[in-house]
Every structure is written in C-alpha cells, then in structure tokens.
Nanobody
C-alpha cells in the first residue's frame, strides 16, 4: 500500500505564496489518481485539485484556479501544491490523497483510499 508523507505549509500574509509537498512510497504516482483536499475549522473537507497523470487530466476547484499549481516530480516521487496569491479563506489543513487510477478525476474524498497526515496552511489578512 502506498504511504503519503507531507511537508511544507506554514504561515504567510495574504498575497503570499506557500508550497506543500507529498512524498509517496510504495509505487509511482503514475499508477494512482492523486489529489489535494483541504479542511478548514468547522467545515467539511474540500476538493482542491486532482490529477490522472496517465491520461493527462488535471482538475482544479474554481476557488483555486489560476492561483494554485500541482507539480509532479517523477524522480523524487513527489507531488507538490504550489499556492500563489493566497487568501485568508485558503487557511486550512491540506491533505494529499491517492486513489484508484481512473480517467475521471474524482472530487469527493470517498474515492481516495490513502491519505497524508495533513499540513497546516495559515494565511493572515
């Protein structure tokens, strides 16, 4: 089974940038659909971006489109989320997730079987 270990995140002022990274062991990223979700205090977990590298499909949530970029490194076997022009409403715990490879990039968390430990991202106004 794959293991996902996250790093990065932190505290930044609005308009700044942060990166969160997800390192995967137990198989290459290309064999799984990968996604980033986030959960703010008192709210449900929310889809951020998902990808199927075999078919080249990447799906961003409208709330982050144009500001967030998912970056894959096949050598390091990492999946990074570069977050630019951050807003206070981006404050949340961010989770990377791996699921069965399908053409459809699912946006619901129940479609993903393996999860990272979570990384705090805080954006001050």
């Amino acid at each position: 089974q794959p293991q996902l270990v996250q790093s990065g995140g932190g505290l930044v002022q609005a308009g700044g940038s942060l990166r969160v990274s997800c390192a995967k062991s137990g198989g290459a990223f290309s064999t799984y659909n990968m996604a980033w979700f986030r959960q703010a205090p008192g709210k449900d977990r929310e889809f951020v971006v998902g990808s199927n590298w075999i078919h080249g499909n990447i799906n961003y949530a409208n709330s982050v489109k144009g500001r967030f970029t998912v970056i894959r490194d096949n050598v390091k076997n990492t999946l990074d989320l570069q977050m630019d022009n951050l807003k206070p409403e981006d404050t949340a715990v961010y989770y990377c997730a791996a699921g069965v490879p399908e053409v459809v990039v699912h946006t619901i968390d129940s479609k993903y079987d393996h999860w990272g430990q979570g990384t705090q991202v805080t954006v001050s106004s």
